[in-house]
């Protein structure tokens, strides 16, 4: 009889060995995705959304917007860049009344802006109306009131 390879020390498939080559005894999971968010439903693009449907055909600062929303610059700007060059956000420089200071960006929401913003507005609107209602505390089982402090 031909001898092969002893496989009771090799680990299972997807196992691990230590380094004497003894089965560890733990087992790698794979991890499962999750499927791809609808684009433009961040709590943050929403916000913005807000503020810019308001009035979709005002010239916007952003500084502006990051007080209405409450948004850091550093979240607001990248979300303007990036609905800027998906033709949703036009955008302008307006020169500055003052002499010396620089000219600031303004925006405003394109025709498919208003659009995709009063579509996921409304997906919001309707997920937020068929969600269940989350109340203060729910009252405690009975028999189990006041457990740690009192009588049941």
């Not at 997807?14 to 380094?19: A, K, L, P, T």
């Not at 420089?93 to 507005?121: C, I, N, Q």
Request: proline share 10%.
């Amino acid at each position: 009889m031909v001898a092969g390879p002893d496989l009771a020390d090799a680990p299972p498939v997807g196992g691990r060995s230590s380094r004497r080559g003894h089965w560890t005894g733990k087992v790698e999971l794979c991890r499962l995705s999750r499927m791809p968010r609808t684009p433009h439903t961040s709590p943050q693009t929403l916000r913005l959304f807000e503020a810019l449907s308001t009035d979709p055909t005002r010239w916007r600062y952003g500084y502006d917007l990051s007080r209405e929303t409450g948004l850091a610059s550093g979240t607001l700007y990248p979300i303007l860049m990036r609905l800027a060059e998906q033709k949703l956000l036009d955008t302008d420089w307006e020169p500055s009344d003052e002499p010396g200071r620089p000219p600031r960006h303004t925006y405003r929401l394109t025709a498919d802006g208003v659009a995709l913003a009063e579509d996921r507005l409304a997906r919001r609107a309707a997920a937020e109306s068929t969600a269940p209602r989350r109340r203060g505390r729910s009252a405690p089982a009975p028999g189990t009131a006041n457990l740690i402090g009192g009588t049941a």
